[in-house]
């Protein structure tokens, strides 16, 4: 099945969106396929899917990362409702460290966020009861757990909310600046 991949302006992140087949019945749609994103130069293998369900529009989760040698590759996709989803280059030597690239993934529109490690990723639900499922390339590893504080002005990310009105989890509350943070990924990877 034909599926769309676009490259954004941090190129190795992808917006993926996968054909849907839509008639009288509903749907149907391959959501994941192997070959399909080797050929689009991501050959990752996936451990573990992980699934979270936000009741308000405003939740913010992230800006998250897990450093070597437990560092994820995500594959994001919403199932309900819609997120303003972010990925940050924090590569030291990239070109583009400290950018960050933004889409809007809804069960509308479909579309997937490939978000490469050395990356710290985060979403803003736009939507209240949004369901968010993501694919890993690594187990979570609490030792290995980072982040960055989402309204860091130095990435200067245009959050759908503003800081006051987020709804933040007390530990996403805590991240440092990515200023305050040791290296943890070079450019380009070894």
Known sequence: MPTDV?????????????Q?????????????????????????DFVQDNHSLS??????????????PRAQGKL????????FDVAV????GSPTFGRHV???????????LWVPVGFAHGFCTIEPDTEV?????DFYATDCDRGIAFDDPDLAIAWPVGAAEAV????????????DLPPQFTFPAA
């Open 76 to 83: 994001v996709r919403v199932i309900r409702g819609a997120i």
């Open 6 to 18: 676009q490259s954004l302006a941090i190129p190795d992140v992808k917006l993926i969106t996968p």
């Open 168 to 179: 933040l989890s007390a530990k996403d509350r805590q991240h440092p600046r990515l200023r």
């Open 102 to 112: 933004s889409a809007v993934l809804s069960a509308d529109n479909w579309s997937q």
């Open 55 to 68: 009741h308000r529009r405003g939740v913010v989760r992230g800006l998250h990362f897990q450093v070597p």
């Open 89 to 92: 280059d924090i590569r030291q």
């Open 20 to 44: 849907i087949f839509r008639d009288e019945r509903g749907f149907f749609s391959e959501t994941y396929s192997r070959e399909m994103l080797a050929g689009a130069g991501i050959a990752v």
């Open 133 to 137: 499922i993501y694919k890993v390339t």
